[in-house]
């Protein structure tokens, strides 16, 4: 079955083994609940964790894994990506996930400009990488994203003088 991101460990909290995450996902209560099963992405190696416990924290998610709650055997996974099974019951109509992304052809003011071959959370918002002619970081924010067809694998984008040479 499909992996999707579910967010960033950016972090340790204390030293019970808690992990600071930047969720990417709106199923925060369904992906984080106690028993769970979450991948981690230790450099190319999935581990699968089972989720202990998790709170809320000044905008982050606080996990604890089954049998990690020492900060000696979490803090290795600092800046390590979280990966849990595809669930598209999850999502509502017209809703996907931020992996379906990837692949997307870009395109500014009509002309193809790149595919999407990443999507860098950050806290403030998400950057999509557009690799083409040159490599492209576009803010995944309204001011730029005009329209998503994630089914036609599209994105259109306004991109202001700078962002982009065409040459």
Excluded: W
Aim: net charge negative.
């Amino acid at each position: 079955m499909e992996q999707v991101i579910i967010g960033k460990i950016v972090n340790t909290h204390g030293i019970k083994g808690e992990l600071k995450v930047k969720a990417s996902t709106d199923f925060i209560e369904e992906r984080f609940q106690k028993g769970q099963h979450i991948l981690i992405d230790d450099d190319g190696q999935m581990v699968d964790m089972v989720v202990l416990k998790h709170r809320f924290h000044k905008g982050h998610v606080l996990v604890t894994f089954d049998g990690y709650q020492d900060i000696n055997k979490v803090e290795k996974y600092k800046g390590c990506m979280l990966y849990a099974l595809k669930n598209s019951e999850l999502l509502d109509e017209g809703e996907y996930y931020i992996g379906d992304l990837i692949g997307c052809e870009v395109y500014n003011l009509g002309q193809l400009i790149g595919k999407v071959s990443d999507v860098q959370l950050y806290d403030h918002h998400d950057v999509l990488v557009v690799e083409g002619k040159q490599r492209v970081l576009i803010p995944y924010v309204d001011a730029f994203v005009e329209t998503e067809d994630i089914e036609n694998k599209r994105i259109d984008v306004h991109l202001i003088e700078g962002f982009y040479n065409e040459d």
